[in-house]
Nanobody, 122 residues
Framework: VQLQACGGGLVQAGGSLRLSCAAS????????MGWFRQIPGKEREFVAA????????YYADSVKGRFTISRDNAKNTVYLQMNILGPEDTAVYYC????????????????WGQGTQVTVSS
């Protein structure tokens, strides 16, 4: 599976962004999709995940209530709607895919996209 993330950019604190991740190569609906983020010098951290049909979603405590993950299997795309952004959300955001719904918060995903930069100014 090839993953292409986009939608990052510069936004003021309190603003919103929507990230997209388009998948190709294999049936998209076979995969649990996740979003992670990373800042220089720190480990990649879990942000959100969604199961195959979208029936279950998972969020890091730091983004719960502000971010929403969704997917459109007809378009082979997963989204991350980010609202009420703060400077602490500044990071490179990565989408990822895995075949299992076990441990979705772990970085043990099978496929990764290239990342998209999100910068939130105060």
């Amino acid at each position: 599976v090839q993953l292409q993330a986009c939608g990052g950019g510069l936004v003021q604190a309190g603003g919103s962004l929507r990230l997209s991740c388009a998948a190709s190569g294999r049936p998209f609906s076979n995969y649990v999709m996740g979003w992670f983020r990373q800042i220089p010098g720190k480990e990649r951290e879990f942000v959100a995940a969604i199961t195959w049909s979208g029936s279950s979603t998972y969020y890091a405590d730091s983004v719960k209530g502000r971010f929403t993950i969704s997917r459109d299997n007809a378009k082979n795309t997963v989204y991350l709607q980010m609202n009420i952004l703060g400077p602490e959300d500044t990071a490179v955001y990565y989408c990822a895919a895995k075949g299992s719904s076990w441990h979705v918060q772990s970085v043990q995903y099978d496929y990764w996209g290239q990342g998209t930069q999100v910068t939130v100014s105060s």
